[in-house]
């Protein structure tokens, strides 16, 4: 469906920007974010490297460093670096999130569900947390949950953007489950049509067993008396 396409393109965008977004370091770090801008991730990650080690309470930090092994495919040590960040106890549904970014992009989707609840939990008007765990509810099939984490998602950020994206996603949404239902029903309809119907075959062959039965004691069958002839049978000799 072109709304799902469009709206999973304008994901991935957004959650790059949100792993590799507020560039608040000191001025000494500015080369880092400089190279990580200019797409550099090679020589970007030693000196975000030696930056955390030089700044570990910039939870900033972190964040972009594992944008950096992002970008490397390098997911496990962005994975490291996000729950070493989660260990400091500061900005924990930003680490949960991120963590469920990590996740969603080594395809660990049930990972990366749970890891944006958590985030959720944690700051419950993080409206990210929602739209990402919205779009993991659409590949899972569950489109109900989906449909409320979206408007969750645009009541936290009604001057989003991507609003119309998301609007045309409910209504697609919405449909689907119309279908789905009506679809449904019409299984249920020719279910139960079936049931009847074998239902007035078995009656239908048990009326006419019964009808053979009395008609059979009408008739007196099975009562017939046989007379014994063996008498009437020589032997030969």
Known sequence: MPQFARLRRLTFVLVVFFLGGGFLAAENRSEAEKL????????????????????P???????????????????????????????????RHEFLF???????????????????????????EFALAFRNRANLYVEKGDYEDAIKDYEAYLSLRSDSPNRNDVERMIAALQDRLEEERRRQEEQERREQEERERREALRQSVLRRLEESRQETDRSGGGDEEFESIEDDFDIFD
């Open 57 to 91: 309470g910039d939870t900033r930090l972190y964040h972009q460093l594992a944008a950096v092994y992002v970008q490397l495919d390098r997911y496990d040590d962005a994975k490291e670096i996000l729950n070493s960040g989660l260990e400091r106890g500061e900005d």
């Open 98 to 124: 991120n963590l469920g970014t990590v996740a969603r992009r080594k395809g660990d989707n049930e990972r990366a569900l749970a890891r944006f609840t958590e985030s959720i939990e944690a700051h419950s």
């Open 36 to 55: 990580f801008l200019e797409n550099r991730p090679e020589e970007a990650a030693p000196r975000f490297e030696e930056a955390i080690a030089e700044y």
